[in-house]
């Protein structure tokens, strides 16, 4: 089991960027996969990227795909998440994910979760 807090979350204006970053405690943050998913008012958990243990593979969302970029530090027990460009539509709370079972999109897949880190774009 793995205990993950983001940060880095806050409002910034559409067109600008933001850095999340989700530091894990626990043993072997190196043998995990880790995701991030977002969930917008309304609306249910969604996946937006997620980066094998390794680092060596990543997979986007198309809404996400060419902005925003994944990257793991497992020197720091850290994962980032660089988002540019950014949408009114891409307002939502931020979670990542930890599951050492699976690399993919599915959200059930993953056990351990994050409080969440409120990003909000301003139009």
């Known amino acids: 089991q793995v205990q993950l807090v983001e940060s880095g979350g806050g409002l910034v204006q559409a067109g600008g960027s933001l850095r999340l970053s989700c530091a894990a405690s626990?043993?072997?943050?190196?043998?995990?996969?880790m995701g991030w998913f977002r969930q917008a008012p309304g609306k249910e958990r969604a996946f937006v990227t997620v980066?094998?243990?390794?680092?060596?593979?990543?997979d986007y969302a198309d809404s996400v795909k060419g902005r925003f970029t994944i990257s793991r530090d497992n020197a720091k027990n850290t994962v980032y998440l660089q988002m540019n460009s950014l949408k009114p539509e891409d307002t939502a709370i931020y979670y990542c994910?930890?599951?050492?079972?699976?690399?993919?999109?599915?959200?059930?897949?993953?056990?351990?979760w994050g409080q969440g880190t409120q990003v909000t774009v301003s139009s």
């Open positions: 980066i094998s243990w390794g680092g060596g593979r990543t």
């Open positions: 626990g043993r072997a943050f190196s043998s995990y996969t």
């Open positions: 994910a930890a599951t050492r079972r699976f690399y993919g999109r599915r959200l059930v897949e993953y056990d351990d």
